[in-house]
């Protein structure tokens, strides 16, 4: 099964000092990469990632790292659907961002669940078509 792995679970895998492999997020990542599923990254949750990174030398390990999960292509519909769904959410009172949006799309788009510890995916899934991977929380 393909997937898109959002900004808050690569933040988990690779941005912190010590990764807590306990953490659902990170045991569902590392379970998904040695089943051999496919794992896609969205163009905004690269730039997410690399955003704020303060050293060439952090840069240059991330991308290394990211290399080898292609990116989900995004293309104007993919911008004109991210549009329509914040609409739609806006109307039944769910607030997010323009990139949460875009990165929904995105997965819609290309049939992908997301797998996201971040909540406002889960109230932008309640009223799209996103579908979010499945994270056993013990």
Request: charged share 25%; aromatic share 6%.
């Given at each position: 099964m393909n997937l898109v792995v959002d900004t808050s679970v690569w933040s988990l895998v690779l941005r912190r000092q010590r990764v807590d492999a306990?953490?659902?997020?990170v045991r569902a990542f590392h379970a998904h990469v040695n089943a051999?599923?496919?794992?896609?990254?969205a163009g905004p949750v690269?730039?997410?990632?690399?955003?704020?990174?303060?050293?060439?030398?952090?840069?240059?390990?991330?991308?290394?790292?990211l290399d080898a999960f292609p990116l989900v292509p995004l293309t104007?519909?993919?911008?004109?659907?991210?549009?329509?769904?914040r609409t739609?959410?806006?109307?039944?009172?769910?607030?997010?961002?323009?990139?949460d949006f875009l990165i929904a799309a995105a997965c819609v788009e290309?049939?992908?669940?997301?797998?996201?510890?971040?909540?406002d995916f889960a109230r932008i899934a309640r009223c799209t078509d996103l579908i979010l991977a499945r994270v056993q929380v013990d």
């Open positions: 306990e953490n659902p997020f051999g599923h496919g794992l896609f990254l690269l730039q997410e990632l690399l955003d704020g990174v303060r050293s060439e030398q952090q840069v240059s390990r991330l991308l290394a790292a104007r519909q993919t911008f004109v659907l991210a549009a329509r769904m739609d959410c806006r109307r039944k009172g769910v607030q997010a961002g323009s990139v290309a049939g992908f669940p997301l797998l996201t510890a971040d909540e």
